[in-house]
């Protein structure tokens, strides 16, 4: 694992902005996994900046997100997509063909999950995974309890993750109960995993997932074993970690 801890937010979002400009640069044909959530949003303005300077080219990559609500319009304002358009979709020159995101009304959930896996799989799988981690270690949605060998499916949404949302949806009640998730297993066979983590609430799930047992109560921890994790974290975040 490759650990990056940096002063603050603002280094975070650029660190990670230049690691999957990185990417790009050394194959502009890359296939990224892209999360939402506070996190990211600074990585998202850092890529755009970095767009904008001409310094980095999204064309020819194709992008997957990691997960979206079931039950709710793509126009939804708390909806993944709306988030996406919102931080990235609109101001970078992603081909339209290749964003993908599960769909969030789907005639069979069940199908759009196959669907999902099987265009990940025929794109040649994912080269890097940019991930957030849940203050109960879930990873897109992947909440603890997740058997490790699920690839993309439905996920039923913690109590603890909604009450999360209740405010951007107004209320609990509104907030969706379940969401289409890239699984673990499909997480862990991306080639390069990226994991952010800014914040002093995210310093104790970060160091359970990172230096505590690898158990599917925190499913981050499944992170420790793959092949190419790359960690930024804030200093905030990074304060249970050692070294
Ligand atoms: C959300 C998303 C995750 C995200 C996590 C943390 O529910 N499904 O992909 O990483 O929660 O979000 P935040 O960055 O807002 O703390």
């Known amino acids: 694992m490759n650990l990056l801890i940096t002063a603050d937010y603002r280094e975070l979002s650029q660190a990670a902005g230049q690691l999957v400009a ?12 892209l999360p939402t959530g506070e996190t990211p ?5 850092a890529l755009i900046r970095l767009y904008q300077e001409g310094l980095v080219d999204f064309s020819r990559a194709t992008a997957f997100n990691l997960d979206e609500y079931l039950d709710i319009p793509p126009d939804h304002p708390q909806s993944f997509s709306a988030y996406m358009r919102r931080y990235l979709w609109d101001h970078v020159n992603l081909a339209k063909d290749k964003v993908h995101i599960p769909a969030s009304l789907p005639e069979d959930p069940e199908a759009e999950c196959i669907r999902y896996e099987e265009l990940i799989r025929k794109s040649g799988g994912i080269n890097l995974a940019v991930l957030g981690i849940g203050e109960n270690g879930h990873i897109a949605f992947n909440e603890p309890g997740t058997l490790w060998e699920t690839p993309t499916h439905v996920a039923v949404l913690s109590q603890e993750t909604r009450e999360r949302e209740a405010q951007a949806f107004g209320r609990l009640e509104h907030v969706p109960t379940h969401a289409i998730t890239m699984g673990i297993k499909t997480i862990m066979r991306a080639r390069r995993v990226l994991l952010l983590a800014s914040g002093e ?7 359970r997932a990172l230096s505590g047992p690898i158990t599917i109560d925190v499913p981050a921890s499944i992170l ?3 092949p190419n ?7 905030a975040a990074a304060r249970g970690l050692a070294g």
């Open 201 to 207: 609430e995210k310093a104790g799930i970060l160091a």
């Open 224 to 226: 420790q074993l793959h």
């Open 229 to 235: 994790l790359t960690v930024v974290a804030d200093r």
């Open 22 to 33: 990185q990417a790009l640069l050394h194959d502009p044909d890359a296939v990224l996994a």
């Open 41 to 45: 949003k600074g990585m998202y303005e």
